[in-house]
């Protein structure tokens, strides 16, 4: 009789710790809820947008900014840090055993385009047109130019979007629900829909973890402690990938970031070549469905969704690295993945997604910024 009543007592507490479990799963994870920003808008340092307009200045954000302050970590340094939190990939768990297969070194190429002033409507004469013109699988305008192609790899699917901007503030980001914070989810396509996006992809999935850095649209949300790599975009067109503890909020300020993304790891090492050891775990490293961006050089970038789990194999981070060398891209950097990696293209989503697919808590955009006839 007494073994029955510890019995009870024991299913009884677990019961008690699995509500308490789900409860506290809930509220973290699942229930949208606001977290407190740094609010720090970042201006042009340069009172210019790429093409060398004098009058343009940082673009409204897309989310709500609260007050300035870190509410969701602690001991944050304005030079990074080495934090224990932890990502996913299609909801793999990275490591958090820091290190990146990055140098601080600058790339001979990498040098040469900061400092090309040339104006990207002349670099980039060709792409652009004086009209909107689309097809089936691209469009241009007078600042943007965008060619999407269905490719194969051995037995793998994926989705090359070849992107050109005449003004980096058309390279956007959107935040489910119009809003910063834990547990806001939506579709890549009703994300699309909702900004008049040309084309989407999923992007880090920023929601998901309180670590790292996220700056979108001109305005840095959060600069927490991480060991992953970081991705910034500049407002000159510029794209760099670093090591998490590189990573500095003074500097970001100072050299005008528009993006940052953390998730990672690198693709390229910083002469643009394939690499072999990556900043991850050796399960995130194996075939899987990918989101990657491309950059190779101010106003040229391409977006690659990779198709996984089904009758397209999926990629290996070494694979996927060796195919932006192909590309002959400069740097390139692997965002969320698994179910999450989906391509909107003319608010249809034009892969196939693992599981159907997933909301996420951000997107990538490419979208008119200016009235075109």
């Known amino acids: 009789m007494k073994k029955h009543r510890i019995l009870k007592y024991i299913l009884a507490d677990l019961l008690c710790a699995g509500l308490a479990l789900t409860v506290f799963a809930l509220f973290h994870h699942v229930l949208p809820r606001p977290q407190e920003s740094l609010g720090i808008v970042i201006t042009n340092p340069a009172g210019r947008d790429s093409e060398g307009d004098t009058s ?32 996913g990939n299609g909801g ?69 979007a070849d992107i050109y901007v005449r003004d980096i503030t058309c390279f956007r980001s959107a935040l489910a629900g119009e809003a910063y914070g834990s547990g806001f989810r939506d579709s890549i396509a009703d994300m699309a829909l909702l900004n008049n996006a040309l084309l989407a992809v999923n992007g880090d999935y920023y929601g998901n973890t309180r670590e790292g850095v996220v700056i979108r649209n001109g305005v840095i949300y959060r600069a927490n402690q991480t060991d992953c790599d970081v991705c910034v975009l500049y407002y000159d067109g510029t794209m760099r990938v670093m090591p998490g503890s590189s990573f500095s909020v003074e500097e970001a300020v100072e050299d005008g970031a528009w993006q940052a993304w953390t998730f990672g790891p690198a693709l390229l090492s910083g002469s643009g070549t394939a690499l072999t050891d990556f900043n991850s775990t050796g399960r995130i490293i194996s075939a899987n469905p990918r989101t990657a961006l491309g950059y190779y050089e101010p106003g040229h970038y391409c977006l690659v969704v990779v198709d996984g789990r089904g009758e397209s194999t999926g990629i290996t981070l070494p694979d996927l690295s060796r195919l932006f060398e192909d590309l002959g891209c400069a740097a390139a950097y692997n965002l969320d993945g698994g179910n999450s990696s989906v391509m909107v293209w003319n608010n249809a989503v034009i892969n196939t997604p693992s599981g159907g697919g997933r909301e996420s808590s951000d997107a990538l955009l490419i979208a008119e910024v200016n009235t075109h006839e």
């Open 56 to 87: 343009g200045s940082a673009a409204e954000p897309l989310g709500q900014i609260a007050s300035a302050g870190i509410s969701d970590s602690s001991s944050m340094s304005a030079k990074g840090g080495r934090g224990n939190g932890s990502r």
């Open 92 to 160: 793999n768990g990275m490591n958090s055993k820091g290190g990146s297969a990055l140098t601080e070194e600058t790339s001979e190429a990498e040098t040469e385009a900061e400092t090309d002033d040339t104006p990207l409507s002349e670099k980039f004469a060709d792409k652009f047109t004086d009209e909107v013109v689309v097809t089936e699988n691209s469009y241009s305008s007078p600042d943007i130019s965008v060619t999407v192609t269905e490719e194969t790899l051995g037995s793998t699917t994926y989705y090359l």
